[in-house]
């Protein structure tokens, strides 16, 4: 069985930073893929960050250059720095992973379970 643990969540004046972390754990064979997707209430879930097995990154628009997605591939852990909050970036945050139970296998994604975000103006 395999879980992804998220935290670091919480609330945060406009401006603040925060950092999120995220760990997978169980009957894992290798990481590919992770990252983090938002949801904000009323609103569909989108993309926020990735970070390939490389450690290649990329970024929605409205993260770029506030938001710092990195991994730890020995702790199987995904990160989140997030600095110059908005209010328009609170939301629950969901990290995933890519990844390979066994060899000869497709990878297949996980998710967290969501870890609330929440940014005062």
């Known amino acids: 069985q395999v879980q992804l643990v998220e935290s670091g969540g919480g609330l945060v004046q406009a401006g603040g930073s925060l950092t999120l972390s995220c760990t997978a754990s169980?009957?894992?064979?290798?990481?590919?893929?992770m990252g983090w997707y938002r949801q904000a209430p009323g609103k569909q879930r989108e993309l926020v960050a990735t970070?390939?097995?490389?450690?290649?990154?990329d970024y929605a628009g409205a993260v770029k250059g506030r938001f710092t997605i990195s991994r730890d591939n020995a702790k199987k852990s995904v990160y989140l720095q997030m600095n110059s909050l908005k209010p328009e970036d609170a939301a629950v945050y969901f990290c995933?992973?890519?990844?390979?139970?066994?060899?000869?296998?497709?990878?297949?994604?996980?998710w967290g379970q969501g870890t609330q975000v929440t940014v005062s103006s």
């Open positions: 995933y992973a890519n990844l390979f139970v066994r060899t000869h296998v497709a990878s297949e994604r996980y």
């Open positions: 169980g009957s894992i064979y290798s990481l590919d893929g």
């Open positions: 970070i390939t097995n490389g450690g290649s990154t």
